[in-house]
């Protein structure tokens, strides 16, 4: 039976997968939207259900000041003795740490932070004789070579057992980096990515019988890559590797979907899967010849029934669906539930989606190339600066919004566009009602810009191209969210925005 990739669509990167009997986990980078790290199950490593998240509190993940993309980077999601671990290094405080859990739903831990291990990427291999190995990346401006180290680890303390070494400096790619290592039969397997996270990205694979080497490369590297294709998916890397039977494996990994010539991508990095078959001399290759495709082969595990896509939500329940995200570490101030039941509340603070900081902001990935977006607003500014309304957002420095502001006196719904340092008002309309009906609607180069007074006539307000969102112009490593968003624009609002419910409708 074939399946169709992506697994996960939207900004999942850096995937790690491990399996607890019939049962498949499965985490992605967050950077710096929190919570972080989303945590998925999975009976069949097709369907994905989101089950939680890892990092849950501010005590587990710093984000406050954290430029975009910093943050949370590559995960790995282990299982041992009935505990789950999840490491990883937050790039905004330069630190590795993990949490563990019980359940995987949680609650986590705190961090035991590795004050001891630099690097990012950093990896966990338990092994058979109880010996706990820690892998990760060198780092990139402290002297060491680049390359792959690894260390024995104190799971307690977090201190290093041994000293830290370089086993592998991959095959001359930039960027060594994703590693995760595999103790199979006789021999450790190391499984790693390099040419950098864009279109040189790749999969290789290296193997010792010994955990600190010396490794020889597969003579068949790479292992999986889209490099110099017109295949659909491209920038394919960061794999990891899970057993299902003693004869099947499956890998997850995460790439791009660009669009158009020049090529661009917007939706982010995703995750993708394929199987994995070993050569006659005992080499892991991904997907058909080292390539992912479109549609391939679906596990042979029962599949389950593919999760109903909820296209509203009424704001209703006492918390926040787990597809949302705020920036950073949000404020309590900033957000309520309660305060007007079944509306999520919104108090703009002087912090807008132009600063590095925890605006008032909830957003949800863009999934999908055709969507559309649309909420019931009620907003009632009455000082000049207060804002309220709708965004697509890549970053503080370029997003678009659709919203409705005080502006000299008069209340106006407007559409700016956010392009690096260019700043502009593109459309604006004079607009008295406490009520108003946003939309923004995608296809696979433009978003268009709509209002209406409810169950009004509907108001084409503008267009801003796809591509201006995408990583190739913004630069970074995550993709669009869209979001409800209420700021004072330099101080505190004094008029609350309360949104009534949001709609996400997949277009075909």
């Known amino acids: 039976m074939l399946f169709s990739n992506p697994i996960l669509s939207g900004f999942y990167p850096d995937p790690s997968v491990c399996r607890v009997g019939d049962d498949y986990y499965l985490v992605t980078s967050s950077f710096e939207y929190f919570p972080g790290v989303p945590i998925f199950h999975s009976t069949d490593l097709v369907n994905w259900r989101q089950i939680g998240h890892c990092l849950t509190r501010e005590s587990q993940v710093p984000l406050h000041g954290s430029p975009s993309s910093r943050g949370i980077f590559a995960p790995t999601l282990r299982h041992h003795n009935g505990r789950f671990y999840m490491i990883t290094t937050n790039v905004s405080v330069v630190k590795n740490f993990y949490v563990w859990a019980d359940s995987p739903e949680g609650p986590w831990s705190d961090p035991v932070w590795l004050e001891e291990w630099p690097g990012i990427d950093p990896s966990l291999l338990f092994d058979e004789d109880g010996k706990v190995y820690i892998t990760g990346t060198s780092v990139m401006f402290g002297g060491e070579l680049p390359g792959i180290y690894q260390a024995e680890l104190d799971l307690q303390s977090g ?88 004869q099947e494996w499956w890998a997850v990994f995460l790439g791009i979907r660009p ?33 992912a495709a479109l549609e391939l082969e679906a596990p042979s595990l029962p599949l389950s029934e593919r999760e109903a896509w909820q296209e509203l939500d009424d704001f209703n329940q006492p918390q926040l669906a787990l597809s949302w995200n705020f920036l950073r570490n949000p404020s309590e101030a900033s957000w309520s539930l309660s305060e007007r039941p ?124 796809c591509a201006m969102l995408s990583k190739e112009v913004a630069g970074g490593f995550t993709g669009v969210y869209a979001g409800l968003y209420a700021t004072g624009n330099g101080k505190n609002s004094t008029a609350p925005a309360y949104f009534d419910w949001f709609k996400y409708e997949i277009e075909a």
């Open 342 to 465: 079944g509306w999520l509340a919104l108090h703009g603070s002087a912090h807008t989606l132009d600063d590095i900081e925890s605006p008032a902001f909830v957003g949800r990935r863009q999934q999908h190339f055709k969507a559309k977006w649309s909420t019931l607003m009620a907003f009632q500014p009455q000082q000049d600066g207060e804002e309220a309304g709708m965004t697509v957002l890549m970053n503080e420095r370029y997003h678009y919004e659709i919203a409705l502001v005080r502006l000299e006196g008069k209340n106006q719904v407007i559409l700016r566009r956010r392009i690096g340092s260019l700043w502009k008002i593109e459309h604006s309309a004079d607009y008295n009602d406490s009520f108003i009906e946003l939309g923004i609607a995608a296809n696979e180069t433009h978003y268009t810009f709509t209002y209406s007074v409810p169950d009004g006539q509907t108001h084409v307000l503008g267009t801003g191209e």
């Open 159 to 246: 201190r290093l057992l041994s000293e830290r070494k370089l086993i592998w400096k991959g095959t001359g790619g930039s960027f060594p980096e994703g590693p995760h290592l595999y103790r199979i039969g006789e021999w450790y397997y190391l499984i790693i990515a390099e040419g950098g996270t864009e279109y040189g990205h790749m999969v290789t694979a290296a193997r010792s019988k010994e955990p600190y080497g010396p490794f020889e490369g597969c003579p068949h590297n790479p292992i999986l890559t889209q490099r110099s294709t017109d295949n659909p998916i491209q920038a394919t890397g960061h794999a990891e590797l899970i057993q299902i039977s003693e």
């Open 259 to 291: 669009i158009g010539y020049p090529a661009a991508h917007h939706l982010g990095r995703e995750t993708f899967g394929a199987p994995v078959t070993w050569t006659a001399d005992g080499w892991p290759i991904i997907g058909n010849h080292g390539r």
